[in-house]
């Protein structure tokens, strides 16, 4: 079998464990009605990550404040890491593990959403930022691999899937969070 062979396959048993995997499906849409809540009561979703995370969060958030598949009014989602002047700022003024809890800090309100995205569970600025949005009164959500790690731990919900490899994670976390623009855009605004 040759790499594609694999990469396909692997992610083909993936996605079979998710579709039967009734505890996921429940906290999937345990996670939905709560954004969607949050949207309906004027609330933003911010959402934060590192690397390839920052790009899903960037992407997912792009979809909900841009459009997914309706032509409808933009909701408020925001990736943490789209203003490079203030990451580098307060990376180098106070830390990288301080820059998305500094930022949920000045944006986040009571009753807001945060997704953090982490494969391993551990990255400490993901875990800092939702921390932050606890204390706020933040409806905090992980999107997690195989690992809950420490992020696991403290956030009201947790998408995790089941993989160590992060790659595969990647995947599955951007196939979750366009579904989760799909369920939000249909909810909210499909007449």
Do not use: W
Request: some cysteine; charged content about 20%.
């Amino acid at each position: 079998m040759n790499t594609l062979q694999q990469t396909l396959n692997t992610g083909i048993d993936l996605r079979k464990n998710l579709l039967e995997d009734q505890h996921f499906q429940n906290m999937f849409y345990a996670c939905v009605d709560q954004i969607e809540s949050a949207f309906k009561a004027d609330r933003k979703l911010l959402l934060c990550g590192n690397g390839g995370s920052a790009g899903d969060a960037q992407h997912i958030a792009a979809e909900l404040s841009g459009r997914f598949i309706l032509d409808r009014a933009p909701l408020f989602a925001e990736a943490l890491h789209v203003n490079s002047s203030y990451l580098t700022a307060v990376a180098n003024d106070y830390g990288y593990d301080e820059v998305y809890a500094r930022m949920t800090e000045a944006m986040g309100r009571k009753g807001d959403v945060l997704i953090g995205l982490s494969t391993s569970g551990n990255s400490q600025n993901v875990l800092k930022a939702l921390q932050k949005a606890k204390s706020i009164g933040m409806i905090t959500v992980a999107f997690l691999g195989e690992k809950k790690g420490e992020i696991g731990a403290i956030v009201d919900h947790s998408i995790q899937i089941p993989s160590a490899n992060t790659a595969r994670i990647q995947e599955l976390h951007i196939t979750i969070g366009h579904v989760l623009c799909e369920e939000l855009e249909r909810r909210i605004f499909a007449q």
